[in-house]
Structure formats: C-alpha cells, structure tokens
C-alpha cells in the first residue's frame, strides 16, 4: 500500500481567524493532499453558517456534514477522519461520562454524513481532579465507544484511533497509548503514532533550560530516543496504527516559564508548546530540534507502515488573521513531504506523486 498524505484542517489557519473552510480545501487540492482531517471547530464553523439555530442545531450540524463531503469530493479530497474526540475517557463525573457518549452517538452520524469511516480519539488533558487513575475505567470506556462504533450501521464500519499527548493526564506516552489499545482489544480500535508527541514527552522539555527532557544531557535524550523506537519496532503491531502524524517543533530561546510570550498559567508548558511551536518536518532552518528522522525511520522502515500519513501543525501563524496563511503552510507542508519521502524513502500515492513533480 502506498503512502498517501493528509494535512489537519486546523493546520492551514483557525476559522476563527479569519480562514474559510472552502479557502483551505481549495490550498490542499492545489499543493496535492491526497486527504484532510477535518478538525471538529472547522465542521461546527460551517453548521453555524446555517439559520435558525446554526451549529447548535444537529441537522444543521449533519447538513453541514453533507456539504463538506461535497466540498472535498469536488477536489479530490479524501476525509481521512474526523477529530478530536476528546476529554472522554476515565471521567471521575460519570453523569459527564453519559453526555459524551451521546455525543459520540452524534459524532458517528456525523461520520456517516461525512463519508468518513475513522474517528480520532486523543488522551484527556483535563486537570487531574476530573480523570481517574484507574486505567481499567479509561479502558472500559473506549471499549464502549469501540463497541458502538462497530454497531453503527455503516459501510465500511467506523473505526477509532488512540493517540497520546505528551501532556496527557494519565496517558502521556506512546507505549501507554499501545497499551491500552492491546487491553481494548477490539478490531475497530487501533493506534496514532504522532512524532511530535512522542518526542516532546520523551526527548523534549519546553520548561528546561535546555530544551530538553530527563537530566538535560543531549546523550540521555538521544538513549531515550533510541531505546524507546527499538521498543517500538519490538513491540508494535503495524496492522493495529491506523495512521500517522509527522510533524517537529522548535526549540525555544528561553524556557518556557512564566514570563515567557507563549505562557499560559491554564496550560501545561508541553501544550503552550505544541500549540506555538510545531514545525514541519525537515523545517530545521525555522528553529526544528526534535529527533523526528529517527522515529520517521522507526515507524516507516522499521514497522514498515503503510497508509495515511498526516501534517498535524500547531502553530502560532494558524491564528495569524492574514489571508495568505492557508497556502503558506499548506505550501510548507507539501515541502515537508518531499523531504519525507526522499529520506524516507516513501512509496507514494498517484496524487502526491504530482505534489513532488511539482515542487
């Protein structure tokens, strides 16, 4: 199977700021994505478009599905998934719980109407107050979701995917995130495998005087690294990572303290991080230092995967209200790729077969 390339809609400017969901399909299909994900924000921006009630209206929210559908059919665009279903597992408020699986209930009709068979399901991040630590809870509610999704009456059947962030409150790394989709163990339940938050738990420390993570010594990061992929190839089923994220990140001139122009007292200094300073891999001029070439290597040579791989860009720029943002970055992620293959040594699909021809 050949490596087609996604980017994340969000990564191509915040609806918020000003960029249209219609402007960022029509850079992806003009730099040959073969594929979007489409952020949540982006499908309840165009469902507020619609009267009476808007985006809080669910057949204007399934409506909008439709018309979203049409808009990438019309360019090419494949709706690898749709994302982030988050905040959801281990719920210590269990009446909670319930409302977000009747959420999930709405989030497979939205699939449906999408045309899309995958949702993605990111670790909570919600303060350690709200989430268990029992994971055994976390994973009797995935499987719940699990369960319901292979329920659906779709074709073909909605699948899940799991993926930890490098702030996450009880899942946290890659080797957690497996593990809980080994103890899932439903067919329809798989793994994410995201580069940028696999490094920036294990590799990376936005917070120290280094930029890095452990004892601060570029040695120990790059063991860590090195220790942690070999687990990786060791261990993992390729079959079970339904898609990938390649992404990097810069490092930071001054640790990210309070003070710092990025900090945020609401937040983890990770997710400042990630939210300001994702880069594009290769992007080593802009300021990228993660060791993302040697999990790249980890998960394409060494796993072998085959499939989606995916440009999950967080970055300041995205909420830049200039009207040029969208094909800047999605010129910048198709750099990126050609990067990717070349290192990589990617067999490609047709259509970013084009992309690389082209640039």
């Known amino acids: 199977m050949p490596c087609r390339l996604a980017i994340s809609t969000v990564s191509l400017g915040r609806c918020w700021a000003g960029h249209t969901l219609e402007h960022k399909l029509d850079m992806a299909a003009k730099y040959n994505y073969g594929g ?4 949540h924000e982006d499908l309840m921006d165009m469902a507020d478009r619609f009267p009476e009630g808007g ?24 709706i690898l998934n749709l994302q982030p279903f988050q905040h959801y597992e281990g719920l210590v408020d269990r009446a909670h719980h319930a409302r977000r699986v009747d959420e999930f209930r709405l989030w497979l009709r939205l699939c449906h109407a999408l045309g899309t068979s995958l949702i993605a399901v990111a670790s909570n991040v919600l ?18 979701i699990a369960d319901l999704a292979a329920a659906a009456a779709a074709s073909p059947p909605v699948r899940l995917t799991f993926e930890s962030l490098a702030w996450g409150t009880r899942v946290d790394t890659w080797e957690e995130s497996w593990d809980v989709v080994c103890r899932v163990d439903r ?8 580069t940028f938050n696999m490094a920036g738990r294990i590799y990376a420390d936005p917070a120290a005087e280094t930029g890095l993570a452990g004892s601060g010594s ?34 930071l001139r001054e640790p990210l303290r309070p003070g710092h122009a990025f900090w945020n007292g609401e937040q983890p200094p990770r997710m400042m991080w990630s ?5 594009f891999y290769g992007e080593t001029s802009r300021g990228a230092y993660l060791p993302v070439r040697e999990m790249a290597a980890a998960i394409f040579q060494g796993l072998g995967f085959e499939g989606w791989v995916s440009l999950e860009l967080f ?22 790729w050609v990067k990717l293959v070349r290192d990589m040594r990617l067999v490609e699909a047709e259509d970013t077969m084009m992309m690389t021809a082209s640039l």
Do not use: K
Not at 58 to 74: H, I, P, T
């Open 127 to 144: 303060p350690a107050d709200q989430v268990s630590p029992d994971l055994d809870l976390h994973v009797a509610d995935l499987r719940e």
């Open 187 to 194: 067919p329809n339940f798989g793994l994410c495998l995201d």
């Open 36 to 39: 979007i994900e489409l952020w």
């Open 218 to 251: 570029i040695s120990n990061a790059e063991e860590a690294v090195r220790a942690s992929m070999g687990r990786l190839v060791a261990s993992v089923d390729p079959a079970r990572v339904f898609y990938v994220q390649v992404v990097d990140a810069e490092r």
């Open 315 to 336: 970055h300041r720029r995205i909420v830049d209200e200039d009207p040029a943002v969208p094909e800047e970055l999605a010129q910048r992620g198709a750099l990126s």
């Open 275 to 279: 939210r300001n300073c994702r880069l």
């Open 55 to 78: 985006a809080s209206v669910v057949a204007n929210q399934l409506a909008a599905a439709r018309y979203v559908r049409q808009l990438c059919a019309d360019r090419r665009l494949t």
